[in-house]
């Protein structure tokens, strides 16, 4: 019985995969508790941009950097990047993603939109839709990938705010 159960035991932990995580800090004045002033959506006065981001401690072999922006408060843009996807290239253990514009599909130095926001209407966007809840206190955030090919190397979360 003891060997079954090691068996099984070694069985189980064979089977899990250990992605690495790593630290992402936001610059360029977002903080993580409030969406700066300005970077909200063109519908609610805004010039809206990706919060520029610091990343540490990325796995060995990490060739992009996948961002997917979220509203935690606002259900169909809650996850998956629903307010869009940017792929970042990087190279080393370290990377400085810079602001790219909202909205937008054509994006600069190998940045690329993975997936458009899922937006419609009047905010629809071809890219990345900065915070656009008009001040309602809703919270975004982004889920962080390091990616080799199509491969998840390992996943970071950081809070961009309230707006």
């Known amino acids: 019985m003891l060997k079954l159960t090691t068996t099984l035991v070694a069985l189980s932990l064979a089977s899990v995969t250990h992605a690495a995580d790593f630290k992402v ?65 990087v190279k080393g253990s370290t990377a400085k993603l810079p602001a790219v514009a909202a909205r937008s599909k054509k994006l600069p130095g190998g940045i690329f939109v993975h997936k458009k926001a899922r937006s419609k209407g009047d905010y629809a966007s071809a890219g990345y839709l900065p915070p656009c809840s008009g001040g309602k206190g809703n919270r975004y955030f982004a889920d962080v990938y390091a990616m080799k090919g199509k491969k998840k190397l390992g996943t970071a979360r950081v809070e961009m705010g309230k707006y």
């Open 25 to 89: 800090k936001l610059t360029g004045g977002w903080n993580g508790s409030k969406v700066p002033a300005g970077q909200q959506c063109k519908l609610h006065g805004g010039k809206g941009k990706t919060p520029p981001m610091s990343i540490s401690g990325l796995p060995a072999g990490t060739e992009w950097v996948l961002v997917e922006y979220n509203d935690r408060d606002y259900k169909p843009l809650s996850r998956k990047g629903g307010h869009g996807s940017i792929g970042y290239p």
